[in-house]
């Protein structure tokens, strides 16, 4: 028995419906089946796939038979050939390369970073004031990245390289589902101001590549003088292409989700009382332990000691994950769990979807960190799957959870963030990753100490 139902509005009516509200078209057609076929503007086969085993076979089971298509050749314009957008062989050969970028002993040099830069930015919060929390979370997560990865200091260029990131973000977002690509070769308004963001983010990256190639030793332990070790079995250098391409990846993917799911924390936390309450009691526990036993915890400690804010962010990217859609284009005709698909068809996955299935959580809509009690294995697999899956699965998931785990402990110690009134319920932005529509101005309101 087929596992595949039609949806039976008419291709000009889905088209519409998914420009206007992509999410709640989505959210829409969780409850029509477990896979949906479509029309849509494209004559492709489409469909969205909502179980959560269809999504175990495209991305696990077989996904040799599967690329990216759309998407990559879009974010191929900004990041190039790397990680994110390369396929098969050439993506497992990166994918090899890249991986000790992110062992742990890694993780635990990063995570020091990231508090130093949390604290610089307590430091400039000025009670009171109104702050743009995307802004000051885009610019934070990048200052983190580029010294983690690239051991580059951002202090005087961060508005800028971060404006440089939103041009990328939003150009590629407008392409990926527009109905018509148009080449990036002319120069169109929207082509011209994309590419100066690119220069602007290149200029960057070309400036820490020379400065390692003339001091290596300052960078072997970061990403960036990994890279330059890096040999084919013939003895050959990486091209600088490639280190071009991987540090773009690393520069926009590496910050930009981790600061949308920060914002969307600070938002829930604030809707939230009693989950503030309970995160401030974790906080407390651990500078009560420290003042106890004389020495402060390092920063990996600290994050092991936080158990209660890793929920608060597993809830976070549950409602509102940064990574809201994943593509898949089939190479062949393929069978799936018992249905066969055509060559070439179109797979809408959506984690911000499947992720409000109340079948498998509840009152999914409801913000509740507690349902991580047991973690996410009490769920089946993929029925919660915020940084993707298989292969293709974020590289630097765990980074991701560190950094953003220590971002919001080192700042909820200190403070809480309040919306400015007039700003209404924040509405989710479907761009490459899921923002708050228009932003959101949040006061910060410094904690009392308790003695």
């Known amino acids: 028995m087929t596992r595949v139902s039609d949806i039976q509005t008419s291709r000009v009516s889905n088209f519409i419906k998914f420009q206007r509200d992509p999410l709640g078209f989505l959210v829409d057609a969780l409850p029509m089946g477990d896979v949906v076929s479509l029309r849509t503007s494209s004559f492709q086969p489409t469909f969205i796939v909502n179980s959560p085993d269809f999504v175990q076979e495209i991305l696990v089971h077989q996904e ?28 497992r050969e990166q994918k090899k390369y890249m991986t000790p970028v992110f062992y742990k002993e890694r993780i635990q040099a990063y995570a020091e970073i990231v508090v130093q830069e949390t604290e610089r930015l307590g430091a400039k919060l000025k009670e009171g004031s109104a702050v743009p929390i995307h802004e000051a979370m885009m610019e934070l997560t990048l200052g983190i990245i580029a010294r983690s990865l690239f051991k580059r200091e951002l ?20 392409t990926i589902f527009s109905p018509i690509i148009l080449p990036f070769s002319w120069p169109t308004p929207g082509n011209v101001q994309h590419k100066r963001a690119i220069r602007t983010l290149e200029e960057m990256i070309y400036e820490a590549i020379g400065k390692a190639r003339r001091n290596p030793k300052a960078y072997e332990d970061c990403m960036l003088g990994l890279l330059l070790d890096m040999r084919s079995e013939d003895g050959a250098e990486l091209p ?85 859609a994943i593509l898949r284009e089939s190479e062949q005709e393929i069978e799936l769990l018992g249905d066969r698909f055509p060559n070439n068809s179109s797979f809408l996955i959506s984690p911000y979807a499947i992720h409000r299935n109340d079948a498998v959580f509840g009152d999914a809509l409801a913000f509740r960190p507690e349902r991580f009690d047991d973690g996410p294995s009490q769920w089946p697999r993929f029925a919660y799957f915020p940084f993707g899956g298989g292969t293709r699965g974020c590289i630097g998931s765990q980074f991701a959870m560190l950094e953003a785990v220590l971002i919001l402990g080192t700042l909820a110690a200190g403070f809480s963030f309040s919306s400015v009134p007039g700003q209404g319920d924040a509405v989710p932005e479907p761009l490459v990753s899921l923002r708050i529509k228009g932003g959101r101005q949040m006061i910060p309101e410094r904690r009392a100490s308790k003695p």
Request: aromatic residues 6%.
């Open 64 to 91: 040799r038979h599967f690329r990216k298509g759309r998407s990559s050749g879009v974010l191929r314009r900004t990041i190039g050939d790397g990680l994110l957008t390369s396929e098969n062989e050439t993506h």
């Open 155 to 174: 202090e005087q260029d961060k508005s800028e390289l971060a404006a440089a990131v939103d041009v990328t973000i939003r150009r590629s977002a407008g």
């Open 240 to 324: 600088e292409r490639e280190i071009r391409d991987q540090m773009m990846t690393m520069l926009l993917a590496g910050h930009e989700t981790t600061a949308n799911a920060l914002v969307w924390a600070w938002y829930a936390l604030e809707r939230s009382p009693n989950v503030l309450a309970n995160l401030r009691e974790e906080l407390d526990r651990i500078r009560s332990e420290e003042a106890s036993s004389g020495r402060r915890l390092t920063a990996y400690e600290r994050y092991r000691e936080m158990p209660y804010a890793k929920k608060i962010i597993q809830e976070t990217l549950r409602l509102y994950p940064p990574a809201w």
